[in-house]
């Protein structure tokens, strides 16, 4: 059974910075792309960034926030990260990480298992 347990949320100043964690179990994690998601009050969930297997390991984003967030992986560990830099109030969602359900993937992800999400809230 796949679980992903997201944690690292919580009240920042705008041009603050946090680091989200996602730790998965179930299934081989290295082999899995996983993706961070946003939705904010009164709004649809929206992609914020992916990050290839291990073997690939190529990221996107959106482009809402290229330049400000990075994601990574630490395959020992069964993580995936988000760090957040120059966080504006318009960041301000619940954040939630996904795993593909597709191993080894190269193409379309499938966005097949989600975690409970961690509101990230951004003051002006």
Do not use: H
């Not at 919580?10 to 899995?32: I, K």
């Not at 792309?33 to 984003?61: D, H, L």
């Not at 593909?100 to 961690?118: A, L, R």
Request: hydrophobic content about 35%.
């Amino acid at each position: 059974q796949v679980q992903l347990v997201e944690s690292g949320g919580g009240l920042v100043q705008a041009g603050g910075s946090l680091r989200l964690s996602c730790a998965a179990s179930g299934g081989t994690f290295v082999t899995y792309a996983m993706a961070w998601f946003r939705q904010a009050p009164g709004k649809e969930r929206v992609f914020v960034a992916a990050i290839r297997w291990s073997g690939g390991g190529s990221t996107t984003y959106a482009d809402s926030v290229k330049g400000r967030f990075t994601i990574s992986r630490d395959n020992a560990k069964n993580t995936v990260y988000l760090q957040m830099n120059s966080l504006e109030p318009e960041d301000t969602a619940v954040y939630t990480c996904a795993r593909d359900s597709v191993p080894w993937n190269s193409g379309p992800y499938y966005w097949g298992y989600w975690g409970q999400g961690t509101q990230v809230t951004v003051s002006s």
